[in-house]
Structures are given as C-alpha cells and as structure tokens.
C-alpha cells in the first residue's frame, strides 16, 4: 500500500520579487494541482522575514512526488515562480507515522 509524502520546501525569494510573488506562486500551485498525485497544500509566511516562505505539499505516494520532483525544474509554467527563489534553506520529504 502506498502512503501519502509530505513535501516540505523552506526557502527565500529575491527582495525585488516581493510585489510579484503572491501572483507567481498562486499561478504554479494552480498548475501544480493538475498533476497526478497531487493532494493538498500549505503556504505559510515568516512574520519576521518578509522573504522565507514555507510551502507543504502532500502527494499520493512516492512515485508521484519522485515523478513531480523529475518534472518540476523544466516545466515552463513554473519557470516564473522557481527564478524568484534566492534561496533554498531545507528541502525534503516525509511519511506520516500517525495510524
């Protein structure tokens, strides 16, 4: 049985995207829900960095997220949120133990 991955992404973006990057993001998550796998999604925002962001993605099972993962760096409809990034402070994937 396949259980579902938690994607976590901590990163920071470019200063000088800060206007632009509610638009990009929102954008990429659109497009990031049509493919298969996919589940669900959280964002959240430090209130003491105005650039660290934190997105939780939750996909169907390894495979998706491995194919996602595969996919991600050379789709042109993400191209726009992904050139924003400055940086990219911890990046991983994880399984429930909750029964």
Known sequence: MSRPVTEIAVYKIKPEASETFAGLRSRAMDHLRTWPGFISESFLSSPA????????????????????????????????????????VYFGHFHSDSK
Not at 49 to 77: H, N
């Open 49 to 88: 960095d105005p650039v660290l962001f934190t997105d939780i993605l939750i996909w169907q099972s390894e495979e998706d997220f491995g194919k996602a993962m595969e996919r991600a760096g050379s789709d042109p409809e993400l191209a726009g949120f992904l050139s924003v990034m400055a940086e990219s």
